[in-house]
């Protein structure tokens, strides 16, 4: 049975999801995991690959959704970009790495889209 966390961090991905594909992207996997960890969304955006980690929030008492995804789970998911580039043959493709923070406070929910939102890390 999914906890309370899974539960809202699963309805933020489907918000975001559901965003993204209604501003041009098309769905390409969604939780896709390896050993290095996972990605929630992989999106395509006209020619680039997009990886998208979404972040969910009832509220912004500790900082903006965004603010937690630091070094280390930036590095992941370059290194889960890697995985998937790798086992997709994907060399020669453009990507990038976007945030989406959802938050879930009183009223509708607020999507905020942070395209372009870091660097790879290191692909190892």
């Not at 939780?31 to 690959?49: A, I, W």
């Not at 290194?79 to 009223?107: N, S």
């Amino acid at each position: 049975m999914p906890s309370e966390k899974q539960k809202l961090g699963a309805w933020g991905e489907a918000l975001a999801e559901e965003w993204l594909i209604a501003h041009g992207m098309t769905l390409v996997t969604r939780n896709y995991r390896c050993p290095y960890g996972e990605l929630d969304r992989v999106m395509r955006h006209g020619d680039t690959l997009v990886f998208v980690e979404v972040k969910t929030r009832r509220s912004l008492t500790y900082g903006s959704p965004a603010a937690a995804v630091t070094a280390f789970k930036r590095r992941q998911i370059s290194r889960a970009a890697a995985c998937f580039l790798q086992e997709h043959a994907l060399d020669d493709i453009a990507c990038r790495f976007d945030v989406v923070e959802a938050l879930a406070q009183d009223g509708p929910p607020r999507i905020r889209h942070l395209p372009a939102a870091f660097e790879v890390e290191e692909w190892d």
